[in-house]
């Protein structure tokens, strides 16, 4: 195993050990699902070294450009890499898979999200791994699974987050009754697989510790999505019914309404908040009427509630509305886009929005860690993100112990890029 990391310069002086501040990982990750898992790695201390192609990992070259003084950087690597160290190796040379295979050796996790199979076709697989590593931990994301585990006869199958939310039943609930599906609008299933990833990885390094050899953990975007989906599928296992698109059939009202300048979305679970409500929107006789009783019946007839709802809210704005409501103990939010979320109160109080330097583009925010705990994050200010592979020399002589002139051969050779 790795020797202990020692907090990188920068580090503020309450560090304090955690078992991820231990780490060293080895990420081959690209994209985004094993991005997030390796970044919270980081956040919580691990040594993160990632491992890209000499052009640089896809989304370097996939997304918005933000502009720097020598070329920018992409704002999709700027999401999920901080405080990650870069090293390019080109992989499809054997002295490539060489360097590898060291810091394999000298690490305690490896985490890759390619398509099943390439870490096999690079001489890599987990039988490999162990050889090289007999404490390691081997973490995979993918759409369906790798088949070391438990085998899917999707495997091979696309995957990326639409398409295995599609398939696992998610995309089916987004949208208006009678409509279309809709996408969620961003890459849930990708995401979510990542935090998955990461409470796995933190879970098989403990086996590690306990004496338990190395460790194999497997996350499918799939399962994860079925795990988000868990009420429909639930209710089709134990009750034989389909749910249908939109309207939450439990509940209602439950979901957004209206006002005169944007949107708000109301959440009515107890009859003392539907009572509430049909105070507040000027309608108290619908708390008796015997069509909206229960949340399922509101549901069934949610027609009638969002004439009465949609009406009192017209000529209100959504600021007045929510304020309103609140006062009446209407449980209700406004709905917020992108800037209306970003200068909440709330992101500000628990720092969820976090800084952030790049050599080329400066400083600049972005979203932060939501694991509020007393394990202690990096806490780096600023966090930093790499530009393609500025760490390669730096890595190469401090954890393989290369020299110069063996490093400026590799470097002669195309094998890394630094």
């Known amino acids: 195993m790795a020797p202990p990391r020692v907090p990188q310069p920068g580090s503020q002086a309450t560090w304090r050990h955690n078992r991820l501040s231990a780490a060293r990982v080895v990420d081959l990750t690209q994209v985004i699902s094993g991005s997030v898992a390796t970044m919270l790695m980081a956040d919580f201390g691990a040594e993160v070294i990632k491992v890209e192609p000499p052009d640089g990992e896809p989304y370097r070259r996939y997304g918005t450009l933000v502009p720097g003084a020598t070329g920018g950087e992409n704002l999709n690597v700027m999401r999920f890499n901080r405080n990650k160290r870069s ?29 099943p199979g390439v870490m096999q076709r690079l001489g890599f697989d987990f039988a490999r791994l162990k050889e090289l590593n007999p404490n390691v931990v081997y973490t995979t994301i993918s759409g369906y699974g790798h088949d070391d ?20 039943g998610l995309l089916h609930l987004a949208g208006d009754p009678g409509g279309r599906p809709v996408w969620m609008g961003f890459a849930m299933s990708d995401i979510f697989s990542g935090v998955l990833a990461f409470a796995g990885t933190v879970m098989a390094l403990g086996e590690v510790d306990n004496g338990r050899g190395p460790q194999r ?3 499918s975007m799939f399962d994860a ?21 939109g309207q939450y059939p439990l509940q209602a009202p439950w979901g957004p309404f209206p006002t005169a300048d944007g949107y708000l979305a109301v959440a009515i679970m107890s009859e003392r908040e539907w009572t509430a409500l049909c105070v507040a929107v000027g309608r108290p006789g619908l708390a008796s009427d015997d069509r909206l009783q229960t949340g399922e019946q509101r549901a069934a007839n949610i027609d009638i509630i969002d004439k009465a709802v ?11 509305a929510v304020a309103n409501l609140q006062a009446a103990g209407v449980p209700c939010a406004p709905v917020n886009d992108a800037a209306g979320a970003a200068r909440h109160p709330h992101t500000e109080a628990r720092e969820m929005l976090v800084d952030v330097l790049h ?60």
């Not at 080109?90 to 394999?104: H, I, M, P």
């Open 149 to 168: 585990l438990l085998p899917s006869p999707n495997t091979t199958d696309p995957a990326y987050a639409i398409l295995t939310e599609a398939n696992a």
């Open 87 to 115: 090293v390019c190796i080109d992989l499809k040379t054997a002295a490539g898979r060489e360097v590898l295979g060291e810091l394999v050796a000298a690490a305690d996790v490896v985490v890759e999200n390619f398509r």
């Open 225 to 245: 999505s079925l795990f988000m989906n868990d009420l429909p599928v639930n209710t089709f296992e134990v009750l034989g019914r389909v749910t249908g698109r």
């Open 359 to 418: 050599e080329d583009v400066g400083h600049t925010r972005v979203v932060g860690n939501p694991i509020k705990s007393s394990v202690p994050t990096r806490l780096r200010e600023p966090s930093t993100i790499p530009r393609l592979g500025q760490d390669t020399r730096q890595v190469l002589r401090e954890v393989l112990d290369r020299d110069s002139d063996a490093i400026d051969e590799l470097v002669e050779k195309g094998v890394v890029r630094g």
């Open 310 to 320: 949609s009406g009192w809210l017209v000529d209100q704005s959504t600021e007045a």
């Open 217 to 219: 953990v497997d996350i």
